[in-house]
């Protein structure tokens, strides 16, 4: 099932009457005006996904800023979007999909074959002249049910040993990963052994994903083949579901670590490197904690 929809094949699939379930994910870190920007003009018929809420737990310091919330929940969440068994659904942001990759990532990892990213967002449908609607939409409440781990994805523990055997990717910015600028975690720096990847890389400036060869190059690049073991975190497991997304349009799977920066730099028994290599520099314990503000990329 392809990740991605163009906004042309889903106007096609809207006129045609084709059930479609259309979900606004508009989140940013840092910000809380997703749900006014929605009001104020969304895809005809989109339900507000609220990404703090809905797609995530409360924050835990052991498992992380946004960790990913029981099945139960998850499955209570997807009906009230009015989901019901056997749709396709796509999600959208306008944001380059760094948010609504977080719902297609639990989707699939909830067991829905048919969903996708909508290429370019909200931008895109508005480029291509198609018509956009303010206020709120309910749906009448689905059936669909869900299950779970049907994505690969990785412990705390699995994350420290990642490199021995494979390729642990970083999706955040590449100044937090380096350890320059931390504006929200506990410490700055990167998992050890981790390589930098940061997911802005794999739009382009419009916001929609690079093609395939551009892709598919770009991870070449960073040290990947057919055989990499490849696992991805970020700043709290938001915009590593991006980074995943972006590898199974280049032809990779790759395994989340949900809990991500914000749940390794919290346990102080856990190193911290910092710099532009996977081991250069090491930011040791709570001493290692920075506060500066900076990018939000990588949440």
Known sequence: MATLMTASELRQRVESGERTVLLDVRWVLGRTDGHSEYLAGHLPGAVFVDLAEELADHAQPGLGRHPLPSPDRFQ?????????????????????????????????????????????????????????ETGEVRPGVGNVSLGDGRMPAITEQEAAQWHRNGVLLDARAGERYRGEVEPIDPRAGHIPGAVSAPTTGNV??????????????????????????????????????????????????AALFPGSFSQWSTNDANDVAVGSEPFEGDAGGPSGTSTTAGSSVGA
């Open 76 to 132: 209570d969440a997807a009906r009230s979007w009015g989901i019901n068994d056997g749709d396709t659904i796509v999600a959208y942001d306008n944001s380059g999909s760094m948010a609504a990759a977080r719902a297609w990532w639990m989707l699939r990892n909830a067991g829905v074959e048919s969903v996708h990213l909508l290429d370019g967002g909200l931008a895109a449908w508005r480029t291509s002249g198609y018509p956009v």
């Open 204 to 253: 382009t400036s419009d916001g929609a994903f690079l093609p395939v060869e551009e892709l598919r190059r770009r991870f070449e690049e960073l040290g990947l083949d057919e055989s990499s073991n490849i696992a991805v975190y970020c700043g709290s497991g938001v915009t590593a579901s991006h980074e995943i997304a972006a590898l199974e349009i280049a032809g990779y799977r």
